[in-house]
């Protein structure tokens, strides 16, 4: 608090300023995007470049409501869906697997913990292929479900480590009175246990959704009809089939932006007080 005090008059105002000049950097490739997706090829490549659109060219965005092998429509629904599946499968597997870690000590506890933290570190493309094995062998290739599980891979270890810090600060003596007041283990823990750890919860399943909406490898890998695609995929198919045309590829970049933007928008001060949170109580 005194710290906070100090912070006035003259060094207050540099501060912001400071802030306000780190903000613009940071937001200046979002501008870009937008402001290229809203000009003509021409304009795009004039020397000296542009800083805003001389002839405001809105095809770029009424091309993706049309009908064709791309339609942003379809290719968002099929996004959501896959992400909103990862993050369930992430969340059901990451809560009770999160909860035994921190509660029970067994026999290669550590080691569990540590190939938690070796798989994010693995690159995709190691994956790929036996993946495709296994989902080939599950007839489930080319299918929503072969990108959901492959998604899940990614926020599954993610979603336990920091689930793990959640249920081990909760007191025993908590769950304890939860048992003498009638209920069972497994009730206690959906009753009791999982309100408590709600932020970090709430944290996973926004980072698993977020990490399966920006997934190219997986949906481009193991979903071969364009139809299924998700709009990672769908983006990098439209470039391949008109060419480099940077205003189009502006312009699905920044519909397929909008989703992350708001859930950051509205959901922040859950995903701060979830992280915060997780990295005290650890």
């Known amino acids: 608090m005194d710290e906070e005090k100090k912070i006035s008059g003259k060094k207050n105002m540099i501060l912001c300023a400071v802030s306000v000049l780190l903000l613009c950097v940071l937001l200046f490739p979002l501008y870009w995007a937008l402001i290229t997706s809203l000009k003509t090829e021409q304009e795009i490549f004039r020397n000296p470049p542009t800083f805003y659109p001389h002839v405001l060219n809105t095809q770029s965005y009424a091309a993706q409501v049309e009908t064709g092998d791309f339609n942003m429509f379809r290719s968002f629904a099929n996004s959501f869906l896959i992400s909103m599946g990862a993050a369930l499968i992430a969340v059901i597997l ?74 081990a600060s909760i007191p025993k003596d908590l769950e304890e009175a939860a048992y003498l007041d009638g209920c069972g283990r497994f009730t206690a823990f959906v009753r009791v246990l999982i309100p408590i750890a709600r932020p970090g919860v709430m944290v996973c399943a926004i980072f698993s959704f977020l990490y399966a909406w920006g997934d190219l490898a997986y949906g481009m890998t193991f979903i071969l009809d364009q139809e299924k695609r998700p709009i990672t995929a769908g983006i990098f198919n439209f470039m391949g089939q008109y060419g480099t045309k940077w205003s189009y590829l502006t312009a699905f970049a920044v519909v397929t932006i909008i989703p992350v933007a708001l859930i950051f928008i509205f959901m922040q001060k859950y995903i701060v007080s979830g992280m915060t949170s997780g990295a005290v109580k650890g």
């Open 94 to 167: 990451a809560v009770p697997a999160s909860y035994g870690i921190a509660k029970y000590r067994f026999r290669g506890r550590k080691v569990m913990l540590l190939s938690f933290l070796v798989t994010q570190m693995l690159p995709v493309s190691v994956l790929l292929t036996p993946m495709f094995i296994m989902f080939k062998n599950m007839h489930v290739y080319n299918t929503w479900i072969s990108a959901m599980l492959a998604d899940a891979t990614i926020g599954i270890p993610f979603s336990i480590l920091i689930l793990k810090n959640y249920f």
